[in-house]
């Protein structure tokens, strides 16, 4: 943290302080509180706070006495933007009515798409025709790319026709978008030889559990890849349930086959991720935001909860009118406002402990560069 600014008032006698320009009329949980100030006894500071990859511009009035660090105080913070974009606090910053909480919440920004490779089995000249479970139009290739723009599960379908063998088949797998990576499993049919008599069934390893099922019977077979041969040209459905321990998640893949050559018929497929999506996690920018601090009898209440919940949609001071105070005497600017506030004040030790704060009677004054 650096310090670029701050300015308060020489202290000065009491009857020296000049008429009541700064004041709070209101209360504060059941209690009726007063605060007054003159120019020489109401203290501004303004600094830029390291955020990271910017600093930001806080600045702050605040009824205290500033003879006594342990006495009662009220405090109003507001926060502008980081250091190269505050020319201009007062149109940026206060000429906005309503001040919304800071907030200790995090934020996240996702960018980029979620792009996959539909490869179908391809033998013979077949056709084929994509439903990608989005309700987008449908696609006629042997391999085709489709971005999806939903994070939920789809139902791919895809019609396969031979014109070789006069047949068609279609086969629907449902793939959970959001969780390509941990929890789904896959299969390639891989045909051996041209007789189509013999297949390799090559699926997605990191899975504990592999369910091998030829038209819903099991095979006992527990491995990633399997190899079969058939003397004949039964219509087979090849299913495989693949799951982790603890029941941690479980997905399925089918396809159909019947092989052959003289009666060959296929409707499988797989995919690759092409793209997917990076989402950045990071704290909520305080830009724009308002704290207000009372601190009483050593305990600390804040207008924002202190348990990471987002909060930045609620208000926590409105401005009436605001225009520049002065230039102090060593060239550091003031900001003037008047406003109204009706909100809950929590203790930063105990987020379930709160007073509420109303005034419709402030006036302040906050220092910034």
């Not at 949609?313 to 409105?318: A, Q, T």
């Not at 506030?341 to 709160?354: A, E, G």
Request: net charge negative.
């Amino acid at each position: 943290m650096s310090f670029v600014a701050s300015c308060s008032k020489n202290a000065v006698p009491e009857d020296l302080t000049g008429p009541v320009q700064f004041f709070f009329n209101g209360t504060i949980g059941n209690n009726d509180i007063n605060y007054q100030a003159g120019e020489n006894n109401y203290f501004l500071n303004t600094y830029f706070q390291d955020a990271g990859a910017t600093d930001v511009l806080k600045m702050f009035g605040s009824f205290e006495d500033k003879t006594d660090s342990t006495a009662d105080y009220l405090r109003f913070q507001f926060y502008g933007y980081d250091s190269v974009n505050n020319d201009f606090v007062q149109t940026n910053v206060f000429d906005d009515r309503d001040v919304f909480s800071y907030s200790q919440d995090s934020t996240q920004v996702t960018s980029g798409v979620l792009e996959l490779k539909f490869d179908a089995i391809n033998l013979f000249g077949s056709t084929h025709n994509w439903d990608f479970g989005d309700g987008s139009p449908a696609a006629t290739a042997a391999t085709v790319n489709h971005i999806y723009t939903t994070t939920s599960s789809v139902n791919v379908t895809l019609a396969s026709t031979m014109p070789l063998t006069n047949c068609s088949e279609s086969v629907t797998n449902t793939i959970d978008l959001s969780n390509l990576q941990t929890c789904q499993v896959q299969f390639d049919v891989a045909p051996q030889g041209t007789a189509l008599d013999s297949f390799n069934y090559l699926a997605t390893t990191g899975f504990n559990n592999y369910d091998w099922r030829i038209n819903g019977i099991p095979l006992q077979i527990d491995t990633p890849e399997i190899g079969q041969m058939y003397n004949d040209s039964i219509r087979r459905e090849v299913q495989l349930i693949a799951s982790k321990l603890g029941g941690t998640c479980s997905s399925t893949w089918n396809a159909v086959i019947t092989p052959t050559v003289n009666a060959a018929c296929f409707a499988g497929f797989k995919y690759t991720i092409m793209q997917q999506p990076t989402t950045i996690t990071s704290a909520r920018p305080s830009f724009k935001t308002c704290i207000i601090t009372y601190r009483k009898d050593g305990v600390v209440y804040s207008s924002f909860k202190n348990d990471g919940s987002d909060q930045s949609k609620r208000v926590v001071f409105s401005i009436n009118g605001s225009s520049a105070y002065e230039n102090n005497a060593v060239g550091q600017k003031t900001m003037r406002m008047n406003g109204t506030v009706n909100t809950f004040l929590y203790n930063q030790n105990n987020p379930n402990d709160s007073v509420p704060i109303v005034s419709s009677q402030i006036s302040l004054a906050v220092a910034h560069p």
